[in-house]
């Protein structure tokens, strides 16, 4: 085994394209780890705004939840909203007849990042975010259907033509609203436009911050015939002391929304309209 894994590097040092698709391969991988997650995309069931005169979360049916102005049904718990934060308080009979400890309040927003925070409660789980200025549950079922259903997302064949050398101009104290799904408009950071040649023509993208990494939302000619209509999302590597980085789009993957219909995708901004075909990444997902 030790010498497998020292003739593996001696190829990944001979061969950078080796090197490129053996990191594809990993990437292919996480990427159906990640929706299939805990927190992923494929076990969400509902996307509920909130209503400060619809504090109370009650069972309706064995297999509906519903914010309400009263008590109905079963109760499971009362969100209390204050002036900087959102709580959840489980109801007394419930945490009564339940034989593991279940916390009296917790904490659903601000959450310190996006696995945290959640209420656990039967087969389902649910968090809080943030769109805006409203606030919504992300609800889901940790026994959703989807996740057993699911099938392999089809991809382009690497193509290290669509791997090319850019140039990072970095933006200061300069933000954007960004339109989602939902008609919203969002603010985001800029970080920077990122120069770049492909089929020897010149293109730029705007870069976005998120979590500290930089983010781009693109659309380009294949959307609709071969890729998820609205666009596709990628990460770009931190530039080197001269500017230069990276744009590989073989690893540009679907949004959110080309697995639910409970997300708040953002849409590509018209800077980041290609007028070129992108044949790499993800493709549509069946």
Same mark, same amino acid.
């Given at each position: 085994?030790?010498?497998?894994?020292?003739?593996?590097?001696?190829?990944?040092?001979?061969?950078?394209?080796?090197?490129?698709?053996?990191?594809?391969?990993?990437?292919?991988?996480?990427?159906?780890?990640?929706?299939?997650?805990?927190?992923?995309?494929?076990?969400?069931?509902?996307?509920?705004?909130?209503?400060?005169?619809? +504090?109370?979360? &009650?069972? @309706?049916?064995?297999?509906?939840?519903? $914010?309400?102005?009263?008590? =109905?049904? /079963?109760?499971? %718990?009362?969100?209390?909203?204050?002036?900087?934060?959102?709580?959840?308080?489980?109801?007394?009979?419930?945490?009564?007849?339940?034989?593991?400890?279940?916390?009296?309040?917790?904490?659903?927003?601000?959450?310190?990042?996006?696995?945290?925070?959640?209420?656990?409660?039967?087969?389902?789980?649910?968090?809080?975010?943030?769109?805006?200025?409203?606030?919504?549950?992300?609800?889901?079922?940790?026994?959703?259907?989807?996740?057993?259903?699911?099938?392999?997302?089809?991809?382009?064949?690497?193509?290290?033509?669509?791997?090319?050398?850019?140039?990072?101009? +970095?933006?200061? &104290?300069? @933000?954007?609203?960004?339109?989602?799904? $939902?008609?919203?408009?969002? =603010?985001? /950071?800029?970080? %920077?436009?990122?120069?770049?040649?492909?089929?020897?023509?010149?293109?730029?993208?705007?870069?976005?911050?998120?979590?500290?990494?930089?983010?781009?939302?693109?659309?380009?000619?294949?959307?609709?015939?071969?890729?998820?209509?609205?666009?596709?999302?990628?990460?770009?590597?931190?530039?080197?002391?001269?500017?230069?980085?990276?744009?590989?789009?073989?690893?540009?993957?679907?949004?959110?929304?080309?697995?639910?219909?409970?997300?708040?995708?953002?849409?590509?901004?018209?800077?980041?309209?290609?007028?070129?075909?992108?044949?790499?990444?993800?493709?549509? +997902?069946?």
């Amino acid at each position: 085994m030790k010498n497998f894994f020292i003739t593996l590097l001696f190829l990944i040092g001979l061969n950078p394209v080796f090197a490129q698709n053996l990191d594809f391969e990993t990437f292919r991988v996480q990427r159906a780890q990640e929706l299939l997650a805990e927190d992923g995309w494929l076990n969400l069931v509902g996307l509920e705004w909130f209503d400060e005169r619809l +504090p109370y979360l &009650n069972r @309706t049916k064995n297999d509906s939840l519903l $914010l309400s102005e009263r008590i =109905e049904g /079963k109760n499971i %718990g009362t969100f209390q909203f204050r002036n900087d934060s959102i709580w959840f308080f489980f109801n007394q009979k419930i945490t009564k007849k339940i034989k593991r400890q279940l916390p009296a309040k917790i904490l659903q927003f601000p959450v310190v990042d996006y696995t945290s925070g959640g209420v656990y409660y039967d087969r389902w789980k649910w968090t809080v975010i943030k769109r805006g200025d409203k606030f919504a549950m992300r609800l889901r079922d940790l026994e959703h259907p989807a996740l057993s259903a699911f099938k392999p997302i089809p991809y382009f064949d690497y193509d290290s033509a669509f791997r090319v050398e850019a140039l990072f101009v +970095p933006k200061f &104290n300069e @933000t954007m609203d960004i339109p989602n799904v $939902l008609g919203q408009l969002v =603010e985001w /950071k800029v970080m %920077g436009i990122v120069k770049f040649q492909l089929h020897g023509k010149a293109y730029e993208l705007t870069a976005l911050d998120e979590a500290g990494k930089f983010f781009v939302i693109f659309s380009d000619l294949t959307n609709e015939s071969e890729t998820y209509p609205i666009g596709r999302y990628l990460y770009v590597s931190y530039p080197d002391k001269n500017g230069k980085t990276i744009l590989d789009f073989n690893f540009a993957y679907n949004p959110p929304c080309a697995f639910t219909a409970f997300a708040t995708c953002p849409i590509p901004p018209k800077q980041n309209r290609l007028e070129t075909s992108i044949s790499a990444g993800e493709k549509i +997902p069946k």
